[in-house]
């Protein structure tokens, strides 16, 4: 099994910027692909984000691609999403997600494990 916790959500004007750190526990981190999901009130889970196990291959979704930036640290079991020029169309919960798979997941279908999710809301 895998715990993910998710921290560094909050509020935010636009243009400015956030970290989301998610650090796991439970099986070995470099074993498995990460992603960030966001969900809007009243709209569904979208993929923001997808790391491999080692690192060295991301996925960006379109609205957030030259924005974001997916990073994982194996030796910390921690994956981070650097958020930059944020807008308030950015506003939702934010999710870590594990995969079953190594290699690069741009697709929920891949995601067994779930963190609770951390708001980041952004004014106008």
């Known amino acids: 099994q895998v715990q993910l916790v998710e921290s560094g959500g909050g509020l935010v004007q636009a243009g400015g910027s956030l970290r989301l750190s998610c650090a796991a526990s439970?099986?070995?981190?470099?074993?498995?692909?990460m992603g960030w999901f966001r969900q809007a009130p009243g709209k569904e889970r979208d993929l923001v984000a997808a790391?491999?196990?080692?690192?060295?291959?991301?996925y960006y979704g379109d609205s957030v691609a030259g924005r974001f930036t997916i990073s994982r640290d194996n030796a910390k079991s921690t994956v981070y999403l650097q958020m930059n020029s944020l807008k308030p169309e950015d506003t939702a919960v934010y999710y870590c997600?594990?995969?079953?798979?190594?290699?690069?997941?741009?697709?929920?279908?891949?995601?067994?494990?779930w963190g609770q999710g951390t708001q980041v809301t952004v004014s106008s």
């Open positions: 997600a594990g995969s079953t798979i190594m290699s690069l997941s741009p697709g929920q279908k891949w995601y067994k494990y």
């Open positions: 439970g099986r070995t981190f470099s074993d498995y692909a």
């Open positions: 790391i491999n196990w080692s690192g060295d291959n991301t």
